[in-house]
């Protein structure tokens, strides 16, 4: 047998047929595993025709997303929830396309997922998944961050976001995140306006420079080059203290320095800029403030963060920047708080070097209002309010419902007694407490007003026990024509003032003018 199973191996076509059959002999049954995957497929169609609609949706756009299928998947998501809006996937679904947009990545891409996450947070607030919701927005915003020396809108998304994060979600496990992404976000924004402060300082416009250092020393103190702006704040102050020559301002202004660098030694004391900084105030004459314990740990513990990491990295991401659109935020801090607070009002350039400046007090909203504004404030404050009040008798006399304004008559050639009416007065008529009555009643004239020249107590200076009973007045032009509250309403009483005569109930003359222009005129032609 093994002399023919030899004679066999020598001819390739007999070996080929043995090994084929070894082969098929050992494997498992092809036709078998064919009928056993049709059946397979024929118990999960019978499952899926069981189970509920929404969850199949679900589950199918979940398998075309994991596939990298983004619109079918989406298009199976938006059924689901147009469909079944009383779904237990309903939530499921619109954070799986907010997801589905945040992984296909892009400008468009990440925008999109912005909107949908945003919308998820607005409806489903209580949800635990809120809180990654809030992290993907920001975390999109992020991602969009470009460089410092270019358009900062994405950057103010992203820490305004991871800002909202941790105050509205301070126990959530993705806090330590936030909290490193949000130093790195704040040192792109101090890292830019610190370039725009170094412009302004070499090209010697120190006020730009100093309200743009002032803000990013407050609001910023994590910038890995804060000890260097807090040196510029200083130096700008230390050139306006040699220009001046008013030595008030010379002290001045040496105090402001002063709180500049003595913030460097109490809060950088490991900086490069301590040295310095304990030197200008010896030569201030000021004390060297200790150094802040807090401050002192925060700064070892970055010093030993860079050994371990940052020495490599840096000789390695230095090349890499100049193909890169996204900021370098290897310098940032990883200890420490983030400032939390939104940004304030900016500081402007022009209140610096103020006399009354409050200087670097590093908090924005403890800083006074300005010179201007707070003496518009005192201006407002001390000017008396526009009231017009009547006096005498003629304050409970009623008046028409069309805000005329009642005035004494114009004084003649030979009394003085009654005063010029002030223009105050005559612009502020709807304060006085007045009924409405009909357009053809006149008010009741005052007891001085409509008294007559030649009226004997009103010579001798003496009030009659009891006002007599008012007669009726010629009603007003504002309440007949409709003219403006600004034009007296007795200017028609000249002539019969002047005549000795009292007024008469006759309608006033539309023709007749109440200017001064036209008094002066008057009292020219009549003397008396």
């Known amino acids: 047998m093994l002399q023919t199973l030899g004679q066999t191996c020598r001819r390739p076509a007999l070996l080929f047929l043995l090994c084929f059959f070894l082969f098929c002999a050992l494997s498992p049954n092809a036709h078998g595993q064919k009928i056993f995957k049709k059946k397979n497929k024929a118990q999960q169609g019978d499952l899926g025709a069981s189970a509920e609609p929404d969850k199949v949706l679900y589950d199918r756009a979940m398998g075309d997303l994991k596939h990298h299928k983004y619109i079918t998947g989406r298009l199976n998501l938006q059924t689901l929830i147009n469909t079944y809006p009383d779904s237990e996937y309903l939530a499921k679904a619109k954070l799986a396309i907010a997801d589905s947009y945040y992984s296909e990545g892009g400008t468009s891409g990440l925008t999109e997922s912005i909107a949908e996450y945003q919308d998820f947070v607005t409806f489903f607030p209580f949800l635990d998944e809120a809180a990654y919701a809030q992290m993907q927005i920001a975390m999109a915003h992020y991602r969009m961050m470009e460089k410092a020396d270019r358009d900062n809108t994405q950057a103010q998304d992203a820490e305004e976001a991871f800002q909202t994060f941790l105050l509205h979600y301070p126990q959530s496990s993705l806090v330590p995140k936030a909290e490193q992404h949000l130093r790195e976000v704040q040192e792109v924004l101090a890292d830019g306006e610190f370039k725009t402060a170094s412009f302004y300082y070499v090209k010697r416009d120190y006020p730009a420079s100093a309200a743009r250092l002032m803000e990013l020393t407050e609001r910023y103190p994590l910038y890995s080059q804060s000890p260097e702006a807090l040196w510029m704040l200083g130096s700008t102050y230390m050139e306006a203290k040699r220009l001046t020559k008013n030595e008030d301002d010379k002290s001045h202004f040496g105090d402001l320095a002063g709180i500049c660098y003595k913030r460097i030694v109490t809060d950088y004391p490991l900086s490069k800029r301590a040295m310095d900084a304990k030197a200008q105030l010896t030569a201030l004459g000021m004390h060297i403030p200790p150094a802040d314990p807090n401050a002192l740990a925060r700064m070892k513990q970055e010093q030993m963060y860079d050994r371990g990491h940052r020495q490599h990295a840096v000789m390695l991401k230095e090349p890499m920047k100049l193909f890169k659109t ?65 006096s005498g008798p003629s304050s409970s006399a009623p008046s028409t419902g069309t805000a005329v304004q009642i005035i004494a008559a114009p004084e003649t050639g030979g009394d003085a007694a009654a005063p010029a009416p002030s223009p105050d007065a005559a612009t502020a008529s709807p304060a006085i407490d007045a009924a409405p009555i009909s357009p053809s009643a006149s008010p009741a004239p005052a007891e001085s007003s409509s008294a007559p020249a030649a009226n004997p107590p009103a010579a001798n200076g003496a009030a009659p026990a009891a006002p007599p009973a008012p007669e009726a007045a010629p009603a007003p032009t504002g309440a007949q024509g409709g003219t403006p509250a600004a034009q007296p309403a007795t200017g028609t009483s000249d002539n019969s003032t002047a005549n000795g005569k009292p007024q008469q109930s006759a309608k006033a003359n539309p023709n007749t003018e109440s200017t001064s222009k036209k008094k002066k005129g008057l009292h020219k032609l009549i003397p008396w």
Not at 330 to 354: C, E, R
Not at 367 to 390: F, H, I, K, L, Y
């Open 326 to 390: 996204n900021p370098n935020v290897a310098s940032a801090a990883h200890s420490g708080m983030p400032n939390l607070n939104p940004p304030d009002a900016g500081i402007s350039p022009t209140d610096i070097f103020k006399r009354d400046s409050a200087g670097p007090n590093f908090t924005l909203a403890a800083r006074p209002a300005t010179t201007g504004d707070a003496n518009a404030g005192a201006a407002e404050d001390t000017a008396p309010p526009v009231e017009a009040v009547a």
